[in-house]
């Protein structure tokens, strides 16, 4: 792909000069800046390259849509299991449709045969640029860290796990009114309990910096991981370091196993104290220990706010469905354009030959027209074919947001209950040890029954016979009062977590509705994409063919100095890319 120096024009490999302003075409650096992804998607710019991937600010040709374009690297587009985590990362977010999680408009495969995803463009920076100017205000962190767990908590109820929680994954962007609108990224190695193919036996992903002590040594760890990695964020957030600090990979795991984690205080920060507590008990070595799930995490979050008069952010955003309205027309910039190259090519002829244009140069100019017509037609269709794939898109995403809310809504049911069960299962601890202290004591005391027992042999009555027995009696009644309560505690456990067995089999079930809801939809939505992404490559075909037909037909007349104004004209129509 080559490019006009003064226009900006994109042209193919073969073209030589920009037949609007006759600049020699120079190379672009990156090969796919100009190209267009799935007959939809121009690639204008690089907004930033990583080792799996690139990814460009684009836009979108049917409805004139700003948006960003993940491409997989092309080195890695071999490797099968490379692809379906790219792939995965695209399902995982879509799945979710949750405000502080990246918006996926599309995936595919590009001509080439290379992954690609569509993603909302957002103004902001990650996480980590902030966290490197030092510790964070208060008054600035609190609405970051409650964003975050609303959106993990979003992801778990939907059985995702993100496994890569970092700064760089966390992503500021910026509400219309300036407040940050937290964005989390990069689900590529999210492990859901439907798909877990892909982690082999040994395997480890992740940042060392934010790997919870079970990840290193089970594959299988449970959500509880996200949270532990959010008590490593947060604690970076607030104090501008790392909890731990090492020099190689294996002296980070081994202190996440085994060196408790320094005080917010120590670090010469103050904060509130059931703040700097819950950060410390997200950083629990053992899950057990750790909050039971994001909505506890997200409630004292909000709670701790309001405390410290702070406002928590808005829960509703308005901003991600605007990004998404459908188009109502055609927009027509490329086409009016041409139509406006066609009155002055119509021009040059008069021109340049006011007794009759050379045929060659007349036949071009009727080409042109007919590509014109063609790529109108063409474009009309396509627009109507979206806007079918957009309403369909719009129900998919309100179907899923319809089934985000209702499992969010038994989400917190289940983590209070979960933290009702976890306290009702603590609470047991105390009787079960009360009933075997009993029954140790009743087997001392039983030794002493025996032993006046003995020394009476039944044959003359003892008063200390008798204080043996009446001690007896007093420490079984009070061994069976303990036994009951026991049985009581447990009883109370095991219904808090029936409790949470029947919530998790209704959010079970809202899952499932939400699959095959999907799954309902998918073919439809798959036959409306093949159709656009079909006619928009025959449209850029045309419209190379019609570069290249402009190109032909100006060539010839570029030296003639009567032409000139026309030639500035040809150039001031054209737009600057």
């Known amino acids: 792909?080559?490019?006009?120096?003064?226009?900006?024009?994109?042209?193919?490999?073969?073209?030589?000069?920009?037949?609007?302003?006759?600049?020699?075409?120079?190379?672009?650096?990156?090969?796919?800046?100009?190209?267009?992804?799935?007959?939809?998607?121009?690639?204008?710019?690089?907004l930033g390259e990583g080792g799996m991937a690139t990814v460009y600010r684009a836009r979108h040709a049917l409805v004139d849509r700003p948006c960003a374009v993940k491409i997989l690297n092309p080195a890695l587009a071999r490797d099968k299991l490379v692809r379906e985590r790219f792939r995965r990362e695209?399902?995982?977010?879509?799945?979710?449709?949750?405000?502080?999680?990246?918006?996926?408009?599309?995936?595919?495969?590009?001509?080439?045969?290379t992954a690609f995803m569509v993603m909302e463009l957002l103004d902001g920076e990650p996480l980590d640029n902030l966290v490197v100017k030092g510790p964070m205000p208060l008054a600035r962190a609190l609405p970051i860290m409650i964003q975050v767990a609303r959106g993990i908590a979003r992801a778990h109820d939907l059985e995702v796990i993100h496994r890569d929680l970092k700064p760089e994954n966390i992503?500021?962007?910026?509400?219309?009114?300036?407040?940050?609108?937290?964005?989390?990224?990069?689900?590529?190695?999210?492990?859901?309990?439907?798909?877990?193919?892909?982690?082999?036996v040994g395997e480890v992903f992740g940042t060392p910096q934010y790997m919870a002590p079970e990840r290193i040594t089970s594959i299988d760890a449970g959500g509880s991981q996200d949270l532990y990695a959010l008590?490593?964020?947060?604690?970076?957030?607030?104090?501008?370091?790392?909890?731990?600090?090492?020099?190689?990979?294996?002296?980070?795991?081994?202190?996440?196993?085994?060196?408790?984690?320094?005080?917010?205080?120590?670090?010469?920060?103050?904060?509130?104290?059931?703040?700097?507590?819950?950060?410390?008990?997200?950083?629990?070595?053992?899950?057990?220990?750790?909050?039971?799930?994001?909505?506890?995490?997200?409630?004292?979050?909000?709670?701790?706010?309001?405390?410290?008069?702070?406002?928590?952010?808005?829960e509703v955003e308005d901003e991600q469905r605007s990004a998404r309205a459908p188009?109502?027309?055609?927009?027509?910039?490329?086409?009016?354009?041409?139509?406006?190259?066609?009155?002055?090519?119509?021009?040059?002829?008069?021109?340049?030959?006011?007794?009759?244009?050379?045929?060659?140069?007349?036949?071009?100019?009727?080409?042109?027209?007919?590509?014109?017509?063609?790529?109108?037609?063409?474009?009309?269709?396509?627009?109507?074919?979206?806007?079918?794939?957009?309403?369909?898109?719009?129900?998919?995403?309100?179907?899923?947001?319809?089934?985000?809310?209702?499992?969010?809504?038994?989400?917190?049911?289940?983590?209070?209950?979960r933290e009702e069960a976890r306290k009702a299962r603590e609470g047991v601890d105390p009787y079960t040890a009360a009933v075997k202290q009993a029954a140790e004591m009743a087997r001392g005391i039983h030794a002493d029954v025996l032993h006046w027992e003995g020394r009476c042999g039944f044959q003359m009555p003892s008063r200390d016979l008798s204080a043996a027995y009446r001690k007896m009696a007093d420490l079984v009644d009070h061994w069976v009062q303990t036994v009951d309560l026991d049985k009581q505690a447990i009883a109370w456990a095991e219904a808090k977590e029936q409790e949470v067995t029947d919530l998790d089999f209704q959010i079970q079930e809202l899952r499932t509705q939400l699959q095959k809801f999907e799954a309902g939809i998918e073919q439809e939505h798959q036959n409306l994409e093949q159709s656009?992404?079909?006619?928009?490559?025959?449209?850029?075909?045309?419209?190379?063919?019609?570069?290249?037909?402009?190109?032909?037909?100006?060539?010839?007349?570029?030296?003639?100095?009567?032409?000139?104004?026309?030639?500035?004209?040809?150039?001031?129509?054209?737009?600057?890319?």
Request: aromatic share 6%; hydrophobic share 40%.
């Open 1 to 46: 792909m080559k490019s006009c120096p003064k226009c900006n024009l994109r042209y193919p490999d073969e073209s030589t000069f920009c037949f609007v302003d006759g600049a020699t075409l120079e190379p672009l650096k990156d090969p796919r800046i100009g190209t267009t992804i799935n007959g939809r998607y121009v690639i204008e710019s690089v």
């Open 90 to 113: 695209a399902k995982s977010a879509k799945k979710i449709a949750h405000p502080n999680v990246i918006d996926i408009f599309d995936e595919g495969d590009t001509g080439d045969g």
């Open 171 to 200: 992503y500021i962007a910026h509400r219309k009114d300036g407040t940050d609108l937290v964005k989390l990224l990069d689900f590529g190695i999210a492990r859901s309990a439907q798909d877990s193919r892909l982690t082999g």
């Open 231 to 314: 008590g490593i964020i947060f604690f970076e957030m607030l104090t501008g370091e790392l909890p731990f600090d090492a020099n190689d990979i294996p002296s980070f795991l081994l202190k996440h196993l085994k060196e408790p984690p320094p005080t917010i205080a120590s670090k010469g920060i103050k904060v509130p104290p059931d703040l700097e507590q819950l950060i410390m008990s997200l950083m629990a070595k053992d899950p057990k220990q750790r909050p039971v799930d994001a909505h506890k995490v997200h409630n004292d979050l909000v709670a701790i706010s309001q405390r410290n008069g702070i406002a928590p952010p808005p």
């Open 327 to 417: 188009a109502a027309t055609l927009p027509p910039v490329t086409l009016d354009r041409w139509v406006r190259r066609l009155i002055v090519f119509e021009q040059m002829l008069g021109a340049a030959f006011p007794v009759g244009a050379p045929p060659e140069l007349r036949n071009l100019l009727e080409k042109a027209r007919t590509l014109v017509a063609e790529i109108t037609q063409i474009r009309a269709a396509s627009i109507e074919v979206q806007r079918n794939l957009e309403g369909v898109e719009q129900k998919l995403r309100e179907g899923r947001e319809r089934f985000g809310r209702a499992v969010d809504a038994l989400g917190i049911d289940a983590s209070k209950a």
């Open 532 to 577: 656009v992404a079909t006619q928009g490559k025959r449209a850029g075909e045309l419209e190379q063919a019609l570069m290249e037909v402009a190109a032909h037909f100006c060539s010839p007349l570029r030296g003639r100095p009567e032409l000139a104004p026309l030639f500035t004209e040809l150039e001031q129509g054209t737009p600057q890319a």
